[in-house]
């Protein structure tokens, strides 16, 4: 159950509606998560930073290594929508999100994915030097302030109990007991 309702378009205003207009041109973009958002323009707008810090990423990283590293910070941040979503985005590029292969390169991402999420205190040398190996010290620099924008929608999205749009039900990450049959 919501902790906080979808701010109604009635009460959201006209700059907030143009806001939820202009994303929800593309499929799925006004989702619940940005509705909830609409309560306070100031958060919405914190938040929308993770679009222009992504486009940085993806055109140093490329599409799929750039979701493998957003789908690795959900996962391990246990967040239903954003880790449903990029199980949609892996899916839909004709990957099995359950049996991912991973280059080295991939494995270092998705593997400082997981260590923001689970202590960003404790990235060690040998983690930072596989990034390094192939990401100049402006790239990490991106990287990392997109993962915590990342990191700050599944906060929100836990917190708040923000309910799973409809659209990624079916990319839902099946039931432990469905993933071993």
Same mark, same amino acid.
């Given at each position: 159950?919501?902790?906080?309702?979808?701010? #109604?378009?009635?009460?959201?205003?006209?700059?907030?509606? &143009?806001? %939820? !207009?202009?994303? @929800?041109?593309?499929?799925? /973009?006004?989702?619940?998560?940005?509705?909830?958002?609409?309560?306070?323009?100031?958060?919405?707008?914190?938040?929308?930073?993770?679009?222009?810090?992504?486009?940085?990423?993806?055109?140093?990283?490329?599409?799929?290594?750039?979701?493998?590293?957003?789908?690795?910070?959900?996962?391990?941040?246990?967040?239903?929508?954003?880790?449903?979503?990029?199980?949609?985005?892996?899916?839909?590029?004709?990957?099995? #999100?359950?049996?991912?292969?991973?280059?080295?390169?991939? &494995?270092? %991402? !998705?593997?400082? @994915?997981?260590?923001?999420? /689970?202590?960003?205190?404790?990235?060690?040398?040998?983690?930072?030097?596989?990034?390094?190996?192939?990401?100049?010290?402006?790239?990490?620099?991106?990287?990392?302030?997109?993962?915590?924008?990342?990191?700050?929608?599944?906060?929100?999205?836990?917190?708040?109990?923000?309910?799973?749009?409809?659209?990624?039900?079916?990319?839902?990450?099946?039931?432990?007991?469905?993933?071993?049959?």
């Amino acid at each position: 159950m919501p902790r906080i309702d979808l701010l #109604p378009e009635e009460t959201a205003g006209p700059q907030i509606n &143009a806001t %939820l !207009v202009r994303l @929800g041109s593309e499929p799925g /973009a006004a989702t619940h998560m940005k509705r909830t958002l609409a309560h306070s323009p100031v958060a919405l707008q914190a938040l929308l930073e993770w679009y222009p810090l992504y486009h940085n990423v993806d055109a140093f990283l490329g599409r799929r290594a750039t979701t493998l590293f957003t789908h690795a910070i959900s996962t391990q941040s246990d967040c239903l929508i954003c880790s449903s979503f990029f199980r949609r985005w892996l899916t839909e590029a004709g990957e099995d #999100p359950d049996h991912l292969q991973l280059d080295e390169r991939e &494995a270092a %991402l !998705v593997a400082f @994915g997981r260590q923001l999420s /689970a202590d960003s205190n404790n990235v060690d040398d040998a983690l930072y030097a596989r990034l390094a190996h192939f990401l100049t010290p402006r790239q990490i620099v991106e990287l990392t302030a997109f993962g915590a924008l990342m990191l700050a929608t599944n906060v929100f999205n836990n917190a708040l109990r923000v309910p799973l749009d409809p659209y990624l039900e079916p990319f839902r990450r099946p039931e432990p007991a469905a993933l071993s049959t």
